[in-house]
């Protein structure tokens, strides 16, 4: 244990100025092992890497369900020595299993496959950068660049405009970004790495850059037969997302009054997804100037389908034609 | 194809790897000229299989004496059928890094084995899209030999 009065007078000095540690009650404790992370609080200090982190926030769950649910392994820091902000992520192994409608696939937190694949994707510019230390105990902590930007599901609700203006004007731009970040899921493939949790609150649009960048790779799941799979299917969905600005349900369009029961009467049980109940897949019916091109794509996930992609890449280049074509 | 007699069975403790077992124990019982492999893969352990302080050995070791029970199992299936117990070899592999699928493929073109028999489970398009069919796999992917889908 590091006791306070053992900080270099450099670092005690930045603490006693600090905004955080003014408002603190009491003495800032230091962590060089991060087992027991929830004793870890705001304005303590991780030191690790020879380097004094001081926790200023900790991020929140952006997962649907349980949106704003503290997240204790993962604090907000800053490099005392540096200044730098950084997001720190603390060993937390936890198994659960998710659900697909009647199908339960084991998914795992792995520190270690996250650092590992912080490694692979050093200086790409489509995954989020970091790097992974030990702590005096052992614990594999990654030190986490911030993205300086927002959520893509965020960023493409901020025009108001109608959809067929959005799908014209707005959707070309956004998966020509998007684009390259399938490309990115497929390089992880090729190195035997899984995302493991593609979903499109990870993918973060870098505001100075307006890059695409994927965060969040420290989910695991057992597929065995089909290793990636899943993150495949998640690439469709975000897709899809992208495309109609939402997941559409027939409640949403009976709900919605330029669509109504005409449009809901369409949809026929090939045209929902493969996997996710009730959800539409066959978008050209909802928004028939939906090009026949981008809607095979989507059909590929659809309960119809007669053909899957096998591969991130034959999804990828499928797009990557629609894209070069236009519409 | 003049090595369809030597013959890769791909097995576990399914009913519907005991039926191509059957099937096949049928259709080549009697035949002179046999070569059998009964092949069992199991794939590698879950990502928090060692989380419990247990090691990669401990699975092996664990997985291969199931599989030698169900080597056994099946070896006396195919005497039965008429196969000589001589003729009937066993093999048992950790997909290392691969599918189980493509390591039923590496095994075959080592063994330069004319026939793969495999059984059939019958799956949904969702199941097969992510939990894979090791019969379709083999179809599609298999080269210089013959694949019974016993369904």
Redesign the interface.
């Known amino acids: 244990m590091v006791e306070f009065a053992d900080l270099p007078a450099e670092i005690r000095e930045k603490l006693r100025n600090h905004r955080v540690t003014r408002s603190l009650r009491r003495k800032s404790r230091v962590f060089v092992d991060t087992t027991n992370f929830t004793a870890i609080d705001y304005g303590d200090i991780i030191l690790v890497d020879g380097r004094y982190f001081l926790v200023t926030a900790f991020t929140r769950e952006g997962r649907f369900g349980v949106d704003d649910q503290v997240k204790p392994w993962v604090p907000k820091v800053e490099d005392l020595t540096t200044g730098e902000h950084k997001i720190l992520k603390l060993v937390f192994?936890e198994?659960f299993d998710i659900t697909?409608?009647p199908?339960t696939?084991?998914c795992?937190r792995?520190p270690e496959?996250e650092a590992r694949v912080l490694e692979l994707v050093k200086g790409h510019p489509h995954f989020m950068q970091g790097e992974a230390v030990l702590d005096e105990a052992g614990n594999l902590v990654r030190i986490l660049d911030i993205i300086n930007g927002s959520r893509v599901d965020k960023v493409i609700h901020r025009s108001k405009s109608g959809h067929k203006e959005y799908f014209n004007n707005e959707l070309p731009d956004i998966l020509a970004h998007y684009l390259p970040c399938v490309k990115a899921i497929g390089f992880l493939h090729s190195h035997?790495f899984r995302h493991g949790d593609v979903r499109r609150d990870h993918i973060f649009v870098e505001r100075h850059t307006g890059l695409y960048r994927w965060i969040d790779f420290d989910y695991?799941f057992?597929?065995?037969?089909?290793?990636f799979?899943?993150d495949l299917?998640e690439l469709g969905n975000a897709l899809m997302y992208l495309t109609a600005r939402r997941n559409l349900y027939p409640r949403d369009i009976m709900a919605d009054p330029d669509l109504g029961e005409s449009v809901a009467r369409k949809i026929e049980p090939g045209d929902y997804s493969?996997?996710s109940k009730n959800r539409i897949a066959n978008l050209q019916k909802i928004y028939p100037y939906i090009p026949t091109t981008l809607n095979n794509i989507f059909l590929h996930f659809s309960?119809g389908?007669e053909v899957?992609y096998e591969t991130v890449d034959e999804l990828y280049l499928d797009l990557k034609t629609v894209l070069t074509k236009g519409w | 194809m003049n090595n369809w007699k030597k013959v890769l069975i791909a097995v576990d403790n399914t009913p519907t790897s005991d039926k191509g077992l059957q099937y096949a124990g049928k259709i080549i019982g009697n035949l002179p000229g046999v070569d059998v492999c009964l092949l069992h893969v199991y794939p590698e352990p879950p990502p928090d299989y060692y989380n419990s302080g247990k090691s990669l050995a401990d699975y092996t070791s664990q997985r291969e004496a199931e599989a030698d029970t169900l080597v056994q199992r099946c070896r006396q299936m195919l005497t039965e059928a008429g196969i000589d117990p001589e003729s009937i070899a066993g093999d048992v592999r950790m997909a290392e890094e691969k599918t189980i699928s493509e390591t039923i493929l590496e095994v075959q073109q080592q063994g330069e084995y004319g026939t793969i028999v495999v059984g059939r489970r019958g799956v949904s398009k969702a199941e097969e899209f992510l939990f894979g069919s090791i019969s379709s796999a083999l179809v599609h992917h298999s080269r210089d030999c013959t694949v019974w889908v016993v369904g």
């Open positions: 192994h198994t697909f409608g199908f696939i084991p795992y792995n496959k035997g695991d057992y597929l065995p037969e089909k290793p799979a899943l299917y493969l996997l309960l389908t899957f």
